[in-house]
């Protein structure tokens, strides 16, 4: 069982910034790709933003491209999701994920192990 550590969620306002972090154990931080999704009431858990076992391949859902930037840091075992210019839309449930796979997977049945999620509040 892997076990992911969201925390770093919150209320801003419109235009502010927030910054996710979610740890994962040492044997899957290593090789397995992290990724953020988010699910607002009433909608589907779409894809935010995903990143590759090496840190050297990230990709982002369209709405959040230029705003969010996801990273990883593996001293720590831990990815970051900075989130800049935040909106009223950005509000939702963020989820961490990984999985045993390659590349930066953009489904979320791609995904076998998830967080408990934060919540993202953003006011206008």
């Known amino acids: 069982q892997v076990q992911l550590e969201e925390s770093g969620g919150g209320s801003v306002e419109a235009g502010g910034s927030l910054r996710l972090s979610c740890k994962a154990p040492?044997?899957?931080?290593?090789?397995?790709?992290m990724a953020w999704f988010r699910q607002a009431p009433g909608k589907e858990r779409e894809f935010v933003a995903g990143?590759?076992?090496?840190?050297?391949?990230?990709n982002y859902a369209d709405p959040v491209k230029g705003r969010f930037t996801l990273s990883r840091d593996r001293a720590k075992n831990t990815a970051y999701l900075q989130m800049n210019t935040l909106q009223p839309d950005d509000t939702a449930v963020y989820f961490c994920a990984t999985a045993y796979t390659t590349g930066t997977p953009t489904t979320a049945n791609s995904y076998h192990y998830w967080g408990q999620g934060t919540q993202v509040t953003v006011s206008s």
């Open positions: 990143i590759d076992y090496s840190g050297g391949l990230t």
């Open positions: 040492a044997r899957a931080f290593v090789d397995w790709p």
